[in-house]
Nanobody, 124 residues
Framework: QVQLVESGGGLVQAGGSLRLSCAAS????????MAWFRQAPGKEREFVAR????????YYADSVRGRFTISRDNSKNTVYLQMNSLKPEDTAVYYCGLDSQLRIAIRASAYDYWGQGTQVTVSA
């Protein structure tokens, strides 16, 4: 059974930075596509960024492109999200998702496993 654990969230002022981590266990991490999503109160879970198994292919939502960077370290079974130039509208619970079927999708339903989420709050 795969488990995902996110960390690194917190409270930051607008313009600041945070780095989120998601540690995976129980599977063959290098075999999976990984992604970050976020969910603000009253809204649906929203795609943020996706990374291929090797880390060579990246894809971002328009709202974060140029500010956020997704990366992974397969030797540590961990995926990261570096968030720079944060804005109040980035406030949400951030989740990492695992796609074991290589669907290469941006819809949440394509991801088989999720972490518990980590809260990111950006103050104006």
């Amino acid at each position: 059974q795969v488990q995902l654990v996110e960390s690194g969230g917190g409270l930051v002022q607008a313009g600041g930075s945070l780095r989120l981590s998601c540690a995976a266990s129980g599977g063959t991490f290098k075999s999976y596509i990984m992604a970050w999503f976020r969910q603000a109160p009253g809204k649906e879970r929203e795609f943020v960024a996706r990374i291929s198994r090797s880390g060579g292919s990246l894809y971002y939502a328009d709202s974060v492109r140029g500010r956020f960077t997704i990366s992974r370290d397969n030797s540590k079974n961990t995926v990261y999200l570096q968030m720079n130039s944060l804005k109040p509208e980035d406030t949400a619970v951030y989740y990492c998702g695992l796609d074991s079927q290589l669907r290469i999708a941006i819809r949440a339903s394509a991801y088989d496993y999720w972490g518990q989420g980590t809260q990111v709050t950006v103050s104006a």
